[in-house]
């Protein structure tokens, strides 16, 4: 069962609630008027200007909301990328920031208008001929970044070199075909092909790469699963606030970062303690490792080049999300200024997860157990080839854990039968599965207990064998505090089961622990691009897997709030250079999370999901089990 909220039927204002439809409306009329901005310009994002912290804290039901706009906006006609701030209250442009040197992302209005100028192209309609390809309708002309790797005359100008791809039939797989040596290099501001590049002719692979369900012959459907609650889920939601046991938080979104969660909190008794004031993702980026022809270019910013959250799925019940189910729907401006609304984008339900705790007592045979259950708040977005799905998930016993699920299909290059592939791996007759990695970047907006938090890297430290560890067993935790940004670059150790704790040294237990929760890092790799590399003077965050830093509401994107053609610099490695302090502060933790994707056979023609995530867990933040007056199952031991 699903239950749908519309975003224009919110029984709840409140000021975190991302901009209804007629508040988009009004804010890029209001921008439009005031800037006399022809059809032309585009809107990267229009999204809330969130309001101060205090400003959300002293809310209260009832209160007048003072609401604000927040837009970035490309004038075509002038080259001239603008920020604007708009009061709706009030209605009027508030403030209008030319930002020089700099480009928005890359987006759907200009993608479609350069893919019919190279298509109507002759040297394009050449270049397929070249390959027997006498139909442009069947080519997919797909913009790609040129990152900071553009031709010296040509860094200036707003372009891309397009990549592109071959289809038989409408349907078939828009990436199994790559046509390779082929590359459009586009002016996205005049709209003009600057050239065909034509580096030779590489077959075009046979296999079309089928995965759908009417081009193949299933299996026939798996025995039917039913997942029920006859008394209703057990959350409640009110607008975009949602209640679960004892979390409490709201539910939001954007353009650029996606599902966004606020304000989570833990009901502690008769106390609701707060925990993460703002969860999101800052950052995902794709880079390649392979040198052949452009390739060595890619390195996808999709957050920061693509406007990751725009390109959210819809979702369905019994295909994303099952069980009794909550969708969240919102409104959203697309590049050209339409509003539209956005149906199902957040899944909102309740799983099983096993046992949660249990123990049997062998002196009178009494079993105690109780089991584990989640709620899932999720979305899925495609970029491109690729799928993600972002999942967060909360535990009964306070633990909250992050989630990216990768799948789609693969970024391929076509390659001649006898070609070796030193950087990726042949899996299918006439493609190159190019090796690549995925890094995300999670931002998390700390407030344990409230805002005056300090980080406490802890490992495990083995003691010498001596006359005080005289048999080589003692080994304990070494703890060292975060004291400023500089200090703040960490990078995970399994080996010594290394951890970071977010702590308020205010509050002290009965135990005499201060509460805390601590980030457990998952698997990770680091960065296989080499440091000087142009990737890394773009992505110089991903030297370390943590980052620390001092709050602020402007810097939410671990590379820079700009990253398209950028040359590199801005971003974490930049903002720690300021040295704030950390301790007792309203602490920032960024977290890298990444993943070598050698592709496999197993990966054509389209991924089976792969996991990747981490998990904050509390930490003397209860003074014993929190789980542990939860109701034994029914019709259990006895």
Known sequence: MDHTRKALQNPDPHPLDPLT??????AIGIIRRERGLDPRALFEQVRLKEPGKATVREFRHGDVIQREAFAV???????????????????RLKSWQHLVGVQPCILPAESAEMARAVKSHPDFIHGLRRRDIHDADRVTVEAFPVANLAEPEEKHLRHTRAHCFYAEKPGDNAYARPIEGLVPVVDLDAMAVLRIEDHGVVPLPPDPGDYRADRLTPEPPLAELQITQPGGAGFTVRGNQVKWQNWRFRVGFTPKEGLVLYTLSFQDGI?????????SLSELV???????????MNHSFD?????????VNSLRLGCDCLGEIHYFSFDMADDLGEVKEMPNIVCLHEEDYGVLWKHTDTSTGNAEVRRSRRLVISSFFTIGNYDYGIFWYLYLDGSIEFEAKLTGTLYLRAIEDDELTPYGARVAPGVNGMVHEHYFNVRLDMSVDGDQNTVVEVESQRVPTSSENPYGNAHGPKETVISSEKLSGRDIAPGNGRFWKVINRSKTSNLGWHPGYKLVPGPNIKPMHQPDSPFMRRAGFLTHDLWVT??????LHAPGAYVNQNEGGPGLPEWVQADRPLVDANVVLWHNIGVVHLPRPEDFPVMPVEYIGFMLKPVGFFERNPALNLAPPQNCHS
């Open 286 to 296: 794709v880079p390649y490792g392979d040198t052949a022809g452009d390739h060595y």
């Open 73 to 91: 906006v490309l004038d075509r006609n002038a080259q001239k990328t603008f920020e604007a701030v708009v009061d709706l209250n009030e209605g």
């Open 550 to 555: 001092a709050y602020d509401p402007d810097q």
């Open 303 to 311: 957050l920061g080049e693509t406007m990751f959250g725009s390109q």
């Open 271 to 279: 106390h609701d303690r707060p925990l993460v004031y703002r969860a």
């Open 21 to 26: 439809g007629e508040e988009l409306q009004q």
